[in-house]
């Protein structure tokens, strides 16, 4: 097809200096735009001081996607609230607070749609677990799913349940998956 030299060159200059759009630069156009679920996933993180931003400081949130799903199932401020006790741990651990990882894993934890009702997540359990882990337990935790197929925070979900809340718990008390692609 007939292209002017100036066509070539646009279409040149486009395609060899363009860059994807992150995450966080969405979420910031979608606040700006005032879109009502990035208003009300704002209002969570400044209740918290938290942010959605890409720089390394301990305020800032770059899985700006994650905080969009997990607030979709309903738990962000649970998950937030977890997080930021993670964040008191040691500086190698503190790295996993508001790591994707880390938002999956605790979104799932805190879906009560993933467990039994008979035996359901304690909220305070789950922190107090929280505040006692290591950087091992979560590389641990992590390669759990390393090399598996679908969607990881599920997977590691259910190995912090059966390795970490369901420790010492009498069998009766223990968290059971409901069957929803959990067993």
Known sequence: FPVTILEAQVFVDLNCER??????DIFRAALCQ??????????LLDDRNLAVASGNSKHNIKAAAALRAI?????????LD???????????????AF?????????????????SEETPVSIARVKSILSHMTY???????????????FRGLKMARYFIEYFYNKSLLTKNRVQPSGRGLR
């Open 136 to 150: 091992q337990e979560w590389r641990t935790i992590e390669n759990s799913s390393a090399g598996s197929s679908g």
């Open 82 to 96: 977890c997080c930021l006790m993670v964040q008191q741990l040691d500086s190698k651990t503190r790295k996993f």
């Open 99 to 115: 790591s994707n990882t880390m938002l999956h894993t605790l979104a799932e934890v805190l879906d009560k749609s993933n467990w």
């Open 19 to 24: 860059t994807s759009v992150n995450q966080v």
């Open 71 to 79: 607030y979709k199932k309903g738990t962000l401020a649970e998950v």
């Open 34 to 43: 005032g879109e009502p679920e990035t208003v009300a996933i704002q209002k």
